[in-house]
């Protein structure tokens, strides 16, 4: 008798493994991104820190830039970088834009994170090309209608030939933008326990056409989060010098 209890022990344990073990191996690339997202969404703080490069095809590379920021009661309290660029936003709008919409997503590993021996999914994320490029265009003209309007305050001190500049740059900018190819593609690193992102990866690659010539640029992002534990309310970010 206590045999067959113990087997019964036994098996109702290996089916709880295996169930759990299921779920996790169940789970849609789908689904992990939008539990990633969901679960960074629920957080009521946290904190990220990153950098962003950029460079030609011909290889120049633009110098990195840093950035950090904090989240407090679901508020964007910072952002901070060396410069004011406005290429890069809150890490939890990109993690919402691509669950929202993404040409194709696989997972590309299932496994423990070195570092902290967390179990860890891995996924890989093309983003919806018409998509990128509808949001980098605005993002592009925004940018230079700002630099149009500091133009107009500019102009009364004598800087009228920056409007020649500007009304010329605004001729380039949209020709490019008729060639304008985007490819983003993304890597997520997902604590599968905790169901949140601890790194966000972005690699984007612009094709276009400027002056009749095919031009590459390129741009990676790196962005970890961090202060899950609440610390980040009492970490002030210093400002940058």
């Known amino acids: 008798m206590r045999r067959i209890l113990s087997v019964l022990v036994f098996i109702l344990i290996m089916q709880s493994l295996m169930g759990c073990m299921g779920t996790s191996r169940n789970r849609s690339p789908k689904e992990w991104l939008s539990l990633s997202y969901s679960g960074l969404a629920a957080m009521d703080q946290y904190a990220f820190t990153g950098s962003m490069s950029m460079g030609m095809g011909e290889g120049m590379m ?3 830039q840093t950035f950090e920021g904090k989240i407090v009661n679901h508020h964007q309290l910072t952002l901070q ?10 890490p939890v709008d990109v993690l919402r834009s691509l669950n929202e919409s993404h040409k194709a997503i696989e997972i590309i590993k299932d496994g423990t994170e070195e570092s902290t021996a967390a179990g860890i999914i891995v996924l890989r994320i093309w983003d919806d090309r018409n998509v990128v490029k509808k949001n980098w265009s605005k993002k592009l003209n925004e940018q230079l ?25 605004k001729i380039e900018l949209n020709n490019m933008l008729d060639s304008l190819e985007v490819d983003s593609q993304y890597e997520i690193i997902i604590d599968k326990k905790k169901l949140i992102p601890l790194k966000l990866e972005e690699q984007t690659l612009f094709s276009y056409m400027r002056n ?3 031009t ?18 009492n970490d002030a970010i210093s400002p940058k010098s």
């Open 62 to 64: 633009f110098k990195p």
């Open 81 to 90: 970088s060396e410069q004011q660029d406005p290429l890069y936003r809150n």
């Open 145 to 169: 209608d700002q630099l149009a309007g500091n133009h107009l305050i500019a102009e009364t001190v004598g800087g009228k030939e920056q409007k020649i500049v500007l009304e010329q740059s």
């Open 212 to 214: 009749g010539n095919p």
């Open 216 to 233: 590459k640029e390129y741009r990676h992002t790196n962005v970890r989060f961090q202060s899950f534990d609440g610390s980040v309310a």
